[in-house]
């Protein structure tokens, strides 16, 4: 069946349909990584750029993190997404015991968006802008990361990597796909920055050991 | 000896008849034979911008005919102008034909005064004394189409006694624009104020300029502002003693 | 008196009959371009922070201007692969001619979903087509969302910039339509505002059944459609709505996830002076579980609406290279000084003052290929190396002597002042005694060594400031010496 836009565009370029395809022009090199601690400080330094707030913690300094977090943010509900290594951290436990209530992260969208926190790992992170990469999925829902009020992202050093080239190669047939780099933000209004529009406004990012 | 040809565009020749003159007495002091052919009008800038591209032709075959009867280089004391020749020239013409060749040989030996001085003569130093405190404006096509951005200011800088300000939003059109003066005066009103207090914010009591045009554009918007700053081509910079 | 009102009037047409830019820039409230060099210079200094952290900047430069020129000279194979894949990821493609066809296109999606209420991320091109008109004429409620063009939309007016719409209105003016607007009373404060914004809209993402949006590209590789934001709302209009519908020009195909980094890593930095923006998005077609979020139905809708016909000029064609980052805006010194609205147009600024001739014919746009002094700033910039000056003069071409694109528009008397110019210029005897009697006129205008107050045409000169007195000394004078020197007559 004929396309009158291909034709049209075609004819503008005097190619016809069978007419080969050039050679797409060659891409810079990636960014090359550097050390591990290195490029930590870099990611946690960017994250601190963007008036998120980064900070390296251990599986024992869990606890009392979310207490904290709790308090500050006066988290009444949260939903977090159910991977393993977030069950191993036993967030939802740690959560539960402070008394906030647990929306499943897979609840439908009207109940999610009642909650103030949202709990999340990262597939992968650049540290050159301090970017959180997330999939979708039932398991990693993308409300999550969305609409609470506040987000907070899990992340270990094995999701690093040097330049968004590698997180294509990796991630290019995954359907979905979401770069975060620092909260939500606008300067709409007379260029008055302000953070939590319709994303986030507060966003947290862990980083672990391993 | 070095020989050169003068090309004293069509506003240097309306407006400008001292700074033609001293253009003359600095390149014969720095020993360079001048030559000036009178059939010459106008590069033909004003109406290739405005895309009179066609009616240009005639203007460009007197210009290269006039400055085809020596072989010797062509300075002229504007960007713009000596990039009009340089740049499109060649580009009004079919390939293939005598007009393109000439329009070819011409491009390739036609330089903007302060390019010749600096390039050509390696000279920054032409021995001028200007005790006064003095801004530098760059001009558009002198800048960008013609990469000239160190030249003005080496030889600014080479003057005896002057203190140099720089300018905000130095390499800001001033609203000249040639053609663009007549075709949209208000907003040409606009940026050429924006320019005037800028110039005026400087501190400078001279604002020195590559190009005719915007001479005339900002001279004149400082004139109207009640401002005593000098408006000046580099070259009557350069001729001061 | 042009009321800025009836700009707007213009602007929102879509296919205005003549864009008077001479007229527009001259009826600028003062307000606008003092709030438009606030903003372009808080970006202007953000990219060129940006700029010079990173030493590869001009190779990205070039890279990406290759990349979009081999895009778009091979346009029909990468948008055939493109359709391919997104049909496989299960979503739907749609092809719009004409902005009436996008129009039906989405309207008959909405019908068939009974939609009520569509939430919308910013899209230039939702805007080119005046898709919000159509849905409102269909009794469907359609919500912008970002909050600059939620602000402009409440207000009936235009975008004043590409990037931030609104900023020409003060904090004071927005509080009071969005009291008016909501029926509150809201305080003019700008973190207030965005509070208020974000809860009304809330409700509104989550209710509504439709979310529409553009798209920044479209990657031909797995059919993938980016979306580039900064504050949430490009996510909720592709998250909770169950249907999607993305309005995008066919110019936005690139080939692959490769190229991506090099328009990515040039984007935000060009724009705003944000190494990225807030968040990218990478969709291919709609969700595949239920637990995950997203809409069940996705449609692309591919806008042509001239551009397939731009295509087949070699020099204009350039400004389909455009990845709409506003950079040229920024820098220019026009419309630094005139604002968005003067341009008549959904896009302002260098881009669209060579983009609407293009779209809309140089008879309707006559006047913006001029509306520049060809200074040269924006091709300095442009993140993919239009060659902005060039396709200027070349559509001026057009205007002034027609090409093989369109007939000249250019009014006679202008076209009859160049030929007089031509004339004079060319014969050079009538240059020379022209110059010789041009003397003549400075008694009786000559004020403080200026000429002033001079008749048409002119005084479109000396209105705005004086003209030297006419001195044409200097051939006399080489005359006189080259007489002397050498003893001769001449």
């Keep these: ?93 740690y959560l539960s015991s402070l008394g906030v209530e647990l929306i499943s992260p897979n609840a439908d969208k009207h109940k999610i968006a009642e909650c103030d926190l949202g709990i999340t790992e990262a597939d992968f992170i650049l540290p050159e802008t301090g970017t959180l990469v997330l999939y979708s999925s039932a398991e990693k829902p993308r409300a999550v990361s969305l609409t609470p009020r506040v987000h907070l992202a899990i992340v270990t050093p094995s999701a690093l990597r040097a330049d968004m080239h590698q997180v294509f190669a990796e991630a290019k047939d995954s359907r979905y796909l979401v770069f975060i780099t620092g909260p939500s933000r606008t300067a709409d209004i007379e260029l008055t920055v302000t953070l939590g529009v319709h994303g986030p406004k507060n966003l947290y990012v862990w980083m672990m050991e391993n | 000896m070095p020989k050169a040809q003068l090309f004293i565009t069509c506003l240097g020749d309306q407006f400008y008849t001292s700074t033609l003159q001293n253009m003359t007495h600095i390149l014969e002091r720095l020993g360079v034979e001048l030559t000036f052919l009178p059939e010459q009008t106008c590069c033909g800038q004003p109406l290739f911008n405005n895309g009179f591209e066609d009616k240009t032709r005639a203007v460009a075959l007197n210009f290269m005919r006039a400055f085809a009867k020596s072989d010797a280089p062509i300075i002229g004391p504007s960007g713009s102008c000596v990039g009009m020749v340089k740049h499109h020239y060649p580009s009004l013409f079919k390939e293939g034909t005598s007009e393109h060749a000439l329009a070819v040989d011409i491009a390739s030996r036609i330089f903007e005064f302060t390019e010749y001085l600096v390039s050509v003569l390696k000279v ?63 907003v040409s009103r606009s940026m050429m104020e924006n320019k005037v207090k800028n110039i005026i914010a400087s501190g400078a009591d001279t604002v020195i300029t590559c190009e005719p045009g915007c001479l005339m554009n900002m001279a004149g918007g400082l004139h109207n502002a009640g401002s005593n700053i000098r408006a000046m081509h580099i070259i009557d910079l350069l001729a001061s003693k | ?248 020009g066919i110019d936005k195909v690139i080939p692959d996830w490769e190229s991506l980094t090099v328009f990515l890593k040039l984007l935000a930095r060009s724009a705003t002076g944000q190494k990225l923006s807030t968040y990218t998005q990478f969709i291919t077609g709609p969700r595949r579980a239920d637990g995950e979020f997203g809409p069940k139905e996705f449609h692309l809708v591919l806008l042509d609406n001239g551009r397939s016909k731009i295509l ?27 604002g968005g609205f003067a341009y008549g147009s959904f896009i302002s600024g260098p881009i669209g003052a060579i983009l609407t001739p293009q779209m809309l014919g140089t008879q309707t746009a006559r006047e913006l290929p001029y509306a520049s002094t060809l200074c040269g700033a924006c091709a300095d910039v442009c993140p993919v190396k239009i060659p902005i000056p060039t396709i ?6 057009r205007v002034a002597q027609g090409d093989e694109f369109s007939e000249p528009s250019m009014p006679a008397p202008i076209r009859f002042t160049a030929d007089l110019a031509a004339l004079a210029l060319a014969w050079n005897w009538i240059y020379r005694f022209g110059a010789r009697i041009l003397p003549i006129i400075n008694p009786f205008f000559r004020r403080d060594g200026w000429l002033t107050g001079m008749p048409y045409p002119l005084s479109r000169w000396t209105k705005v400031r004086p003209l030297p007195a006419f001195s044409a000394r200097f051939r006399q004078w080489w005359n006189v010496r080259s007489t002397k020197e050498k003893g001769t007559t001449r």
């Excluded at chain 3, 091109?125 to 004429?137: C, K, M």
């Excluded at chain 3, 200027?392 to 071409?397: E, I, P, T």
Aim: hydrophobic share 40%; with cysteine.
């Design chain 3, 1 to 248: 008196m042009l009321r800025p009102c009836r700009v707007n009037d213009i602007i929102m047409t879509n296919t205005p009959t003549y864009i008077g830019f001479e007229e527009y820039s001259e009826h600028v409230p003062a307000s606008i371009p003092s709030a438009v060099q606030q903003a372009t210079n808080r970006f202007v200094g953000g990219r060129a922070a940006r700029v010079a952290e990173l030493p590869q900047w001009e190779q990205l430069r070039q890279a990406g201007s290759d990349i979009r020129q081999h895009t778009i000279e091979n346009m029909d194979v990468y948008l055939t692969r493109l359709e391919q894949k997104v049909l496989s990821a299960g979503g739907n493609v749609h092809w719009a001619e004409t902005a009436a066809d996008a129009r039906r296109i989405v309207l008959q999606i909405a019908k068939e979903n009974n939609v009520k209420t569509a939430v919308k991320s910013k899209s230039m091109a939702t805007e080119e087509i005046g898709l919000n008109h159509a849905l409102e004429a269909a009794g469907i409620e359609a919500i912008e969302t970002d909050l600059g063009e939620y602000i402009i939309q409440i207000a009936g007016t235009g975008p004043s910039h590409i990037i931030v719409p609104a900023v020409h209105l003060k904090k004071e003016e927005v509080a009071a339509l969005f009291s008016k607007h909501l029926g509150i009373d809201a305080p003019s404060d700008p973190i207030e505002l965005a509070r208020i914004a974000r809860e009304t809209l809330r409700e509104k993402f989550l209710t509504a059944e439709m979310g529409i949006s553009g798209g920044n590209f479209l990657i031909a590789e797995t059919g993938t459609l980016v979306i580039v934001t900064n504050e949430g709302n490009g996510r909720m209009c592709t998250t909770m709505p169950d249907l999607h519908v993305a309005v995008v």
């Design chain 3, 312 to 338: 087949k000029d070699p020099v204009g064609r350039d400004v389909l290279k455009c990845i709409r980052c506003g950079a040229c805006a920024n820098v220019c010194p026009v419309y630094k000084n005139v």
């Design chain 2, 124 to 186: 920054t130093d032409v021995g001028a004394v200007y005790p006064h405190k003095v801004t530098y404006h760059a001009s558009c096509h002198y800048l960008r189409e013609m990469g000239l951005k160190t030249e003005a200011k080496s030889l600014i800088n080479a003057v005896k006694g002057l203190e140099f300000v720089p300018l905000n939003e130095e390499e800001t059109c001033c609203g000249f624009g040639g053609a663009f003066t007549v075709t949209y005066p208000e």
């Design chain 1, 1 to 93: 069946m004929s396309n009158p836009i291909l034709e049209n565009i075609r004819r503008s370029l005097g190619r016809t349909e069978k007419a080969s395809l050039g050679l797409r022009p060659v891409i810079l090199k990636p960014r090359p990584p550097e050390s591990v601690d290195s490029e930590i400080a870099s990611f946690l330094d960017e994250i601190k750029k963007l008036s998120g707030v980064g900070q390296k913690i251990s599986s024992a300094e869990i606890e009392s993190a979310l207490k904290n977090l709790v308090a500050q943010h006066n988290i009444r509900k949260a939903a977090v997404w159910n991977t393993p290594r977030l069950q191993q951290l036993q967030i939802t436990n």
């Design chain 3, 392 to 397: 200027l003069r070349h559509l001026r071409r």
